[in-house]
């Protein structure tokens, strides 16, 4: 009973002990958020390199913002979503499974599949390093262009035959250029790895015979079998197999046989249960792993109930931006007029005043699809047309014909000779759509902020300003 008790002791002091070295730097919604985790966000968004570095004091604020967001996701309901399960079990899983296997796994695997290459070769004739002389023929070559190759590699064999140094006769006349400055060599051959033409040469040759001329899709080939072996030891391809295995994938396939066997052998677990434990085990072990799949976990909730609530919303919302546009105009200035409107090219003089009259009362928004349907159908083209806000030097057109700028260079456009312009000149904005991207933007923070303080008046934040001070200091 004794022992006991003294274990239960040393169990509450040991919890007592991690919550002093970890301890609770703010609460979000009721929810405790460790020192650890603060430090490791810090940390990671603020290392050396990073231009707009905050303090931890700024980074408070950030880091707050962050979780109340996420809390908004949890309530909406967002990680329920398949889609975004399987999304987070993706990431997590990636990295979790190498934890299944360790460096005697991969090293049975490497011992296999070098036995397997082992027998093949040994039982198939075993390897031969071999050199060769190339004449290439190509797929068009004509009848007469063949016989002049054939003709060449039978002198050529001839000279070899009359003693011709073999790997000089390489040099000089073989069309493989890459193995010709060699001498000819091809290393160490197995079958199945050359064209069968070729194969059967080789391996009806002695060591040191020389072939006559054997013709492959390739060409003319003379062939010289120079050594034979039966396959390399272990050791000698043990690194090339494992660089086979990282390169192919079978890492994973090693993986997957794992979690089968361990699955079989569990009575009864899944394999996604095997990777639950596993992620528990590991993440009890290691705050950065922990972290990191947190990171997976509210990432994507963070982007989601971001982009529902800002960012789609602040897109979508016409008439909340052309609201905010006319409350914030003068933020809109421009240094110098724009020219609203088109420069476009015809081919026949009545069109250039037909183009004017196509689109004279519409919405600016609405003039390219009312010019495309009624000048430009599929198979005829009657108008060329570039249509925006320019300003001066954005178009050699508008400069010369709006702006009037003497040197402004324009180039005939082919086959429209006629240069016309329709549109107004303007000093500034006349709406948000003239400058779309930039009232977004604005109305997009307009937003944030008042989705943060909304956040911020539903969930109760907690912060410890003693334990904030001792971040990166304990």
């Known amino acids: 009973m004794k022992h006991i008790i003294l274990l239960a002791v040393a169990a509450i002091c040991s919890v007592a002990t991690w919550a002093q070295n970890d301890p609770v730097i703010m609460k979000v919604n009721g929810k405790p958020i460790t020192r650890s985790e ?24 950030l880091f707050v913002n962050y979780k109340l967001k996420v809390e908004a996701a949890y309530e909406a309901g967002l990680d329920t979503m398949q889609t975004f399960r399987d999304e987070f079990l993706s990431y997590r899983n990636q990295q979790i499974r190498p934890s299944f296997i360790n460096d005697d796994d991969i090293e049975a695997e490497a011992k296999r599949i070098y036995e397997e290459t082992r027998e093949r070769v040994d039982n198939n004739g075993g390897m031969v390093r071999a050199a060769h002389i190339l004449l290439q023929t190509n797929q068009r070559a004509t009848e007469t262009e063949i016989a002049a190759k054939r003709a ?239 300003k001066k030097g954005d178009n050699p057109y508008i400069d010369k014909m709006v702006f009037k700028v003497k040197n402004a260079e324009v180039k005939p456009t082919k086959d429209y000779p006629i240069d016309a312009h329709y549109g107004k000149t303007i000093k500034a904005p006349e709406d948000y759509t003239d400058v779309r991207a930039l009232v977004v933007a604005d109305y997009q923070e307009q937003l944030e902020k008042a989705w943060i303080e909304e956040l911020r008046a539903k969930y109760p934040v907690e912060i410890y300003d003693n334990i904030v001070e001792t971040v990166n200091n304990h």
């Open 38 to 61: 603060f430090e490791y966000s810090y940390n990671k968004n603020n290392s050396e390199g990073v231009i707009d570095k905050k303090s931890i004091r700024d980074y408070v604020e």
């Open 152 to 390: 060449k590699a039978d002198s050529i064999y001839n000279e070899l035959a009359k003693g011709a140094d073999f790997a000089e006769m390489a040099k000089q006349f073989s069309d493989d250029k890459r193995t010709g400055q060699n001498g000819g060599e091809l290393g160490w051959i197995q079958k199945g790895v050359t064209v069968k033409e070729f194969e059967d040469a080789l391996y009806s040759l002695k060591v040191g015979d020389i072939s006559k001329p054997v013709e492959s899709p390739f060409g003319f080939h003379i062939i010289k079998a120079e050594e034979t072996r039966m396959f390399f030891p272990y050791d000698t391809v043990r690194t090339d197999i494992l660089r086979f295995i990282d390169q192919r994938g079978i890492r994973e396939r090693i993986i997957d046989n794992k979690l089968e066997t361990l699955a079989k052998e569990s009575n009864g677990k899944t394999i996604e249960q095997l990777l639950d434990e596993r992620t528990e085990k590991l993440e009890a072990e290691d705050n950065e792993l922990k972290y990191l799949n947190k990171e997976y976990l509210e990432g994507p909730l963070l982007f989601e109930i971001s982009s529902r609530t800002v960012w789609d919303k602040a897109q979508k919302d016409t008439e909340g931006l052309a609201t905010y546009f006319k409350k914030h105009k003068k933020n809109y200035k421009w240094d110098q007029p724009r020219f609203k409107g088109m420069v476009y090219h015809v081919r026949n003089a009545d069109d250039v005043k037909a183009v004017k009259n196509s689109v004279k009362g519409l919405a600016f928004d609405k003039w390219a699809e009312q010019l495309r349907n009624t000048f430009n159908s599929d198979s005829i083209h009657r108008i060329k047309v570039e249509k925006g806000l320019f």
